[in-house]
Nanobody
Framework: EAHLVESGGGLAQPGGSLRLSCAASGFAFATYAMSWVRQAPGKGLEWVSTIRNSGGNIKYADSVKGRFTISRNNAENTVYLEMNDLKPEDTAVYYC??????????????????WGQGTQVTVSS
């Protein structure tokens, strides 16, 4: 059975940093493109970033470009999201999601095979 487990969320001050991790198991992680998607309170899902199965051709939403960095370690079946210069509008539940199209740069909600349970990120002074 496939699992994605996020960790690393919490409370950060504006301008602060957090590093999210997503550990995968039960599926061929190295063949999947991986994304981070977030949901702010009272809002819909917002795509944040995607990294291809090879680790290349990384894409970011304009709202996080220059502040967030996605990376992956296929040997450890883990994808990361380094978040710097955090803003209150980054407050959301952050989900990792697995896209079976390994060379995909973006996926709609229905195209992901697997989702994690989410980790809360709160940015507040």
């Amino acid at each position: 059975e496939a699992h994605l487990v996020e960790s690393g969320g919490g409370l950060a001050q504006p301008g602060g940093s957090l590093r999210l991790s997503c550990a995968a198991s039960g599926f061929a992680f190295a063949t999947y493109a991986m994304s981070w998607v977030r949901q702010a309170p009272g809002k819909g899902l917002e795509w944040v970033s995607t990294i291809r199965n090879s680790g290349g051709n990384i894409k970011y939403a304009d709202s996080v470009k220059g502040r967030f960095t996605i990376s992956r370690n296929n040997a450890e079946n883990t994808v990361y999201l380094e978040m710097n210069d955090l803003k209150p509008e980054d407050t959301a539940v952050y989900y990792c999601a697995a896209d079976p199209r390994g060379d995909s740069d973006y996926a709609s909600e229905a195209e992901y095979d697997y989702w994690g349970q989410g980790t809360q990120v709160t940015v507040s002074s």
